[in-house]
């Protein structure tokens, strides 16, 4: 059974950075490609953007290109989301999800991240 | 702006049927087959429930149906149940872009 299953919630300072993961079982890492997804307090879903993991290229949406960062670790089936220089704003909900043709059939829980000083 | 809108809430007894609605504004959107829906319940991964306007992945009941018309897909459960509370989204794939309702929350009376 495919599982994703993301680090627990962070808490951090204005300017700090912040480090998701997203551990992939069930399936094989390399086959699927993984996206990250944003929901901000009160907001919809944003695509952030997504990472090949048979090649580790990252693609970022508009909104997210230059704090954003995607990477993996194919050794532990795993996928990261470094935001760096961390402001009020970026206190949101992230997820990881699989995308299996065009639909997402694999989400993880969602990592709470909350900038605050 | 969501490019996809949906009605903030929706509600039906037990043993009911509901539809939510989901309309394209964005010409990337528009006219994609590829519409799916995901159940969400605060605090967990939202499920997968339809996909390609009307598919059902496996272990999903059949009293959720999805459905198309024009620029609007909508999402219908039937036989309404009490575990079926929870926030619905659409999303839509088109021109190499994934596009997401803004969420309607389904509410068992």
């Known amino acids: 059974q495919v599982h994703l299953v993301q680090s627990a919630s962070e808490l951090k300072k204005p300017g700090a950075s912040v480090r998701v993961s997203c551990r992939a079982s069930?399936?094989?890492?390399?086959?699927?490609?993984l996206f990250w997804i944003r929901q901000a307090p009160g907001q919809g879903l944003e695509l952030m953007g997504w990472?090949?993991?048979?090649?580790?290229?990252?693609t970022y949406a508009q909104a997210f290109t230059g704090r954003f960062v995607f990477s993996l670790d194919t050794s532990v089936s795993t996928a990261y989301l470094q935001i760096s220089s961390l402001q009020a704003e970026d206190t949101a909900f992230y997820y990881c999800?699989?995308?299996?043709?065009?639909?997402?059939?694999?989400w993880g829980q969602g990592t709470l991240v909350t900038v605050s000083s | 702006q969501s490019a996809l809108i949906q009605p903030p809430s929706a509600s039906g007894s037990p043993g009911q049927s509901v539809t939510i609605s989901c309309t394209a504004t964005s010409s990337d959107v528009v006219g994609s087959d590829y519409v799916s829906w995901y159940q969400y319940h605060p605090g967990k991964a939202p499920k997968l429930m339809i996909y390609d306007v009307t598919r059902r992945p496996s272990g999903v009941p059949d009293r959720f149906s999805g459905s198309k018309s024009g620029n609007t897909a909508s999402l219908t459960v039937s036989g309404l149940q009490a575990e079926d509370e929870a926030d619905y989204f659409c999303m839509i794939y088109g021109g190499n872009n994934w596009v997401f309702g803004g969420g309607t929350k389904l509410t068992v009376l």
């Open positions: 990472i090949t993991t048979n090649t580790g290229h990252p």
């Open positions: 999800a699989r995308l299996k043709i065009t639909e997402f059939d694999s």
């Open positions: 069930g399936y094989t890492f390399t086959s699927y490609s």
